[in-house]
């Protein structure tokens, strides 16, 4: 059984023309600022992040509330944006994704504005609701439609934006909170939250000037409309012929057919039948791919990534740092850290693989968690501050937030938005983004009360345990993906922890077929 599900890989492999350049083509400019404008929503999950990271100092204040209410306040909103991420992949099978990203925006602009008016806690919280439905939709398009339109040359630096974007948020935040934190108290906070209108206002317009995307086109039926957009977003013509081919096949329809419109089935336009491929009776492909989507993004807010942000003046606090202004001048330290390095990311990811900066990611991680863990519990035992172990807590923040940002943080939204297949792929990512965003709340809901239980240098011990699962997690199930088109994607996985045989077996095939097609 095995072997014959090997032998359909190597077929569904050799089916599949590699697209190899003579030459490195240059970057397609149009592809980039599709991506750019799509990846711009996940400014909104950022600035939140980073501007309630210092608001909370003042909300506690002006609301007088309790830090189990600061936790709610924090966390729900990733509890929320599991509405809009559950949601997002149907709506985006159904309208669009580019009406979905449209819809994102508009949300979020209605949470902003109830929050920056809110006159006690629970109209915040409902904002909190609005704004989070909105953060859902809009962590859930913007990779999907990015990986959909970017050419496989540069697939991987285009899906890292969303986390690009999402770094700048939080800079974006942290600075709003230093700049309004010399406001009286009752509005300062307010005009914290408040301001988040404007990139959604902003993101809206911009929005209108991206084209659909060429893989949905394809599901409707409007083949010419996608011929259309591949042209214009792949490297060459001979590129734009082989990516409508491969989705051609991907979504059933036959080769010769050159109409510029056909029928489709139901099933295939608007997403239905999905959940029973996916849960139901999944294939072992779609069963390791849909392990592999969720496992990555579980493992990378399971790691304790946003503690350190968004808890960062506590843990400088607990460090040593008392004064409220130098917590937050540290704070926007992280911040820029964290969008440096992910640029970084950005450059990498589609030069050296998937694999290597994940585990790299993963292992730094581990280290500077580890440190960090350690600092804190020598100064939570000491009866006098210790200014090294003070630069040693501040340091391994910084390093956690460098080394995640590097790896583990963009590459999720990567790997998962290009590994499902394209009938699964918006529903299936919506899954994995659901996964993230109820970790991260978990995480961020539990942590004062967690470092309170075993102190805050033993969650960090914790989190550093969970961040060496993650590291054995990638290493035995997560096969490389770099240079695949998302047709090709497929064949990859199924055979779980026996994908480094399967790619074996894969890239024999295509040795043999390449010197069998050059024989007379």
């Known amino acids: 059984m095995e072997n014959q599900s090997l032998e359909k890989k190597v077929m569904i492999s050799n089916k599949i ?9 240059k970057r397609n400019k149009y592809a980039f600022a599709c991506s750019l404008l799509a990846s711009m929503t996940s400014v909104l999950l950022g600035y939140d992040t980073g501007v309630m990271s210092g608001a909370v100092i003042y909300i506690k204040e002006d609301l007088k509330i309790s830090d189990v209410a600061i936790e709610v306040l924090v966390g729900t909103i990733n509890i929320y944006s599991l509405v809009g991420a559950a949601i997002a992949g149907r709506t985006s099978d159904w309208i669009g994704r580019r ?9 979020f602009l209605v949470g902003a504005l109830l929050m920056g008016f809110a006159p006690n806690y629970w109209f915040l919280m409902f904002g ?10 809009a962590l859930m398009i913007a990779p999907v439609y990015t990986a959909e339109v970017a050419p496989a040359s540069c697939r991987g630096f285009c899906t890292s934006f969303p986390e690009v974007f999402i770094n700048g948020g939080v800079l974006l935040g942290y600075i709003a909170n230093y700049a309004f934190s010399m406001l009286p108290l009752k509005l300062g906070w307010r005009l914290m939250l408040g301001i988040g209108v404007i990139p959604s206002v902003m993101l809206g317009i911009g929005v209108l000037a991206m084209p659909k995307s060429p893989r949905w086109l394809v599901k409707q039926g409007r083949l010419g409309d996608a011929k259309k957009v591949l042209d214009r977003t792949s490297d060459t013509l001979e590129e734009s012929k082989t990516r409508l081919a491969d989705i051609k096949e991907a979504a059933g329809i036959p080769q010769d057919c050159q109409d510029d419109k056909v029928s489709v089935t139901r099933e295939s336009s608007d997403g239905s039948g999905v959940w029973r491929d996916l849960f139901i009776h999944p294939t072992p492909t779609v069963l390791h791919i849909l392990i592999v989507g969720v496992g990555i993004h579980f493992f990378q807010q399971a790691s304790g990534i946003d503690a350190v942000v968004l808890y960062s003046p506590r843990i400088y606090e607990k ?3 008392t004064k409220p202004s130098y917590r937050l001048l540290a704070t926007i330290a992280v911040g820029c850290m964290k969008t440096f390095f992910t640029l970084v990311a950005t450059f990498l990811v589609d030069k050296i693989g998937r694999r290597i900066l994940l585990l790299s990611s993963c292992g730094g991680m581990i280290l500077s968690l580890l440190a960090l ?6 100064i939570d035992h000491s009866d006098h501050m210790l200014k090294w172990a003070i630069v040693v807590c501040v340091c391994a923040t910084y390093s956690t937030v460098a080394f995640f940002s590097i790896g583990m943080g963009p590459l999720a939204w990567v790997y998962s938005s290009e590994i499902f297949p394209l009938r699964l792929r918006a529903q299936g990512c919506s899954i994995g983004v659901a996964v993230n965003r109820a970790v991260s709340g978990g995480i961020l809901m539990t942590f004062i009360s967690l470092y309170k239980a075993i102190s805050i240098g033993g969650a960090f011990f914790l989190y550093t345990g969970i961040a060496i699962v993650a590291w054995i997690f990638f290493y035995t199930l997560l096969p490389e993906t770099k240079g695949r088109t998302l047709e090709e ?3 990859l996985f199924g055979t779980f922890f026996k994908w480094r045989s399967t790619m074996k077996e894969l890239k024999r095939s295509r040795v043999e077929g390449a010197d069998s097609s050059a024989q007379p």
């Not at 909190?128 to 939709?137: A, K, L, P, Q, S």
């Open 489 to 491: 994607m497929e064949p």
């Open 99 to 107: 009406k979905t990203i449209i819809f994102a925006s508009g949300i």
């Open 128 to 137: 909190r609701f609005v704004g989070g439905i909105g953060v859902g939709y």
């Open 17 to 25: 023309p590699e697209f190899v350049p003579l030459k490195k083509p």
């Open 319 to 321: 460090a040593g740092i």
């Open 373 to 378: 863990a350690t600092g804190l519990t020598i």
